[in-house]
């Protein structure tokens, strides 16, 4: 079985800080590794995702992610947070083989302080 | 190019009616998925369609059907509502089997309240 743990509820950093949502996952393979972003009474956006090569994942927005097989993370980070980037982040795996489908960690709320 | 849509918006009912969700997904994608975003629960997989076959379902009692059409939209069906069957319903489509790794892109849900 897969999933995936998002250890925070919460995220409170200040505008022009940088910022990190963690995420670590559980797969019996090797992971496709997602990172979606929800607005308030919105469906969710895509950010990014790795599925192989480098372990640096640039996306949407100036978001980037970090694919560490030793830790199994996929922590996703910015070098300076806006106010606009307040929203619900989700991480979500899926593993390789099969009809497998994707698995979302239960979300990381992001609160950017002007 | 339009993205996935999802019909209605919002919709009420009380508990043992049935309930009924649509949803179209991007042209030229042939999987759908549904989800179930409760409060404080996350996204819960529901069911997976693809080329008019069901290739996947989530751990929902059997109340929670669905088919997919001929051009590829989608319904799902939620028999004997129970108030916690309240939550956002959403949907997503990618281009299907061939592309596993795809992101999925989302509408902007169903939010079915029962009464």
């Known amino acids: 079985a897969q999933s995936v743990a998002q250890p925070e509820d919460q995220v409170n950093v200040a505008e022009g800080n940088p910022l990190t949502v963690k995420c670590t996952y559980s797969?019996?393979?090797?992971?496709?590794l997602f990172w979606y972003v929800q607005y308030p009474n919105r469906g969710l956006q895509f950010l990014l995702k790795y599925i192989t090569g480098d372990n640096l994942v640039k996306g949407s927005y100036g978001f980037e992610a970090e694919f560490n097989k030793s830790q199994t993370s996929f922590h996703l980070k910015k070098p300076s947070a806006l106010v606009s980037d307040s929203a619900l982040y989700f991480c979500a795996v899926r593993d390789r083989v099969g009809y497998s489908t994707l698995t979302f960690g239960k979300g990381t709320m992001l609160l950017v302080s002007p | 190019e339009a993205g996935v849509t999802q019909s209605p918006t919002h919709l009420i009912k009380t508990r043992g009616q049935q309930a009924t969700l649509r949803c179209s997904p991007i042209?030229?994608?042939?999987?759908v998925y549904w989800y179930q975003q409760a409060l404080g629960l996350g996204l819960q997989f529901l069911l997976w369609?693809?080329?008019?076959?069901?290739?996947n379902r989530g751990n929902f009692p059997p109340r929670f059907s669905g088919r997919q059409f001929p051009n590829y939209s989608s319904e799902l069906n939620v028999n004997a509502l129970e108030l916690e069957d309240s939550a956002l319903y959403l949907c997503?489509?990618?281009?299907?089997?061939?592309?596993?790794?795809?992101?999925?892109?989302f509408g902007p849900g169903t939010r079915l309240t029962v009464l």
């Open positions: 042209s030229g994608h042939t999987s």
């Open positions: 369609y693809d080329e008019g076959e069901e290739r």
């Open positions: 997503a489509s990618s281009p299907g089997l061939a592309v596993p790794y795809n992101e999925q892109f």
């Open positions: 797969v019996s393979g090797n992971p496709y």
